[in-house]
C-alpha cells in the first residue's frame, strides 16, 4: 500500500517549451501532495505544497508563474514546468501525504528526470 | 522543524553493522524522528520512524537516548545493495513541510 506513481519518469524537451509531470497516489487519496526539486548530488528541496481544490502554496524563491500546481482530485496532482530553460533540468519529486490507517508519513513518487535543451 | 547535522559519508564493508547517526539538538517536544533513503534517480524511501528509545522494524533500528537531541540509525549486515544516502528528519506529528537536510552517503564496499 500507499504507492505514489509520477509519469513521465523522464523527458527532454527544448527551451520555451512547458512540460507537465503527473504524481497519482495509486491506492490511497491524499489531500495533501508536494513538489521537490533536487539537483545533481543535492538534497532534496521543497518547492510547493500542493492542497485538493486549493491554491497552492510555494516556498520562498520559487515562481508560481513558471511551475503551475494543480491538484483537482485526491489522487492526482500535476506540476507544469512553463517555458522551461536549461536550468530548471533536474530532478523533480513529488510526495503524497497519507496512506495506511494511523500512519501521517509521506510517501514518494520515483520522481522525473527533465532534461531542458 | 529541528535542524538536523549527519555525517556526509560512510564507507562499511558487506555484511557489518552501519550505525548512522543524526544531531537535532533543537528538537521539540511533538517531534518525530524519521529516516529515508535515497537510492539514486530514485524518490526517496521511507525506513524507519521513532520518538524514543528504540524501535526496530525489518530494515534497520532506531536508537533515540532520553534527551533525544541526537538519534543513531543501525543497519544490520549491510548488502552493496544499501549503498544510498539516507536522511534524517525531525518534524511534528501532522506537520507538513519535510525540509532534508545534507544525507549521509553510505557506500558499502565488497
Known amino acids: 500500500g500507499a504507492v505514489v506513481s509520477q509519469h513521465p519518469s523522464w523527458v527532454i524537451c527544448k527551451s520555451g517549451t512547458s512540460v507537465k509531470i503527473e504524481c497519482r497516489s495509486l491506492?490511497?487519496?491524499?489531500?495533501?501532495m508536494f513538489w521537490y526539486r533536487q539537483f545533481p548530488k543535492q538534497s532534496l528541496m521543497l518547492m510547493a505544497t500542493s492542497n485538493e481544490g486549493s491554491k497552492a502554496t510555494y516556498e520562498q524563491g520559487v515562481e508560481k508563474d513558471k511551475f503551475l500546481i494543480n491538484h483537482a482530485s485526491l489522487t492526482l496532482s500535476t506540476l507544469t514546468v512553463t517555458s522551461a530553460h536549461p536550468e530548471d533540468s533536474s530532478f523533480y519529486i513529488c510526495s503524497a501525504r497519507g496512506g495506511l490507517a494511523g500512519v501521517d508519513e509521506q510517501y514518494f513518487g520515483p520522481g522525473t528526470r527533465l532534461t531542458v535543451t | 522543524l529541528a535542524k538536523t547535522t549527519q555525517p556526509i559519508s560512510m564507507d562499511s564493508y558487506e555484511g557489518q553493522e552501519v550505525n548512522i547517526t543524526c544531531s537535532h539538538n533543537?528538537?521539540?517536544?511533538?517531534?518525530?524522528i524519521t529516516w529515508y533513503q535515497q537510492f539514486p534517480s530514485q524518490g526517496p524511501r521511507f525506513i524507519i520512524q521513532g520518538y524514543k528509545t528504540k524501535v526496530t522494524n525489518e530494515v534497520a533500528s532506531l536508537f533515540i537516548p532520553a534527551d533525544r537531541k541526537s538519534s543513531t540509525l543501525s543497519l544490520p549486515r549491510v548488502s552493496l545493495s544499501d549503498t544510498a544516502v539516507y536522511y534524517c528528519l525531525a518534524r511534528g506529528a501532522g506537520a507538513n513541510n519535510l525540509f532534508f537536510g545534507t544525507g549521509t552517503r553510505l557506500t558499502v564496499i565488497p
Open positions: 491506492d490511497f487519496q491524499a489531500t495533501t
Open positions: 533543537n528538537i521539540a517536544t511533538n517531534d518525530y
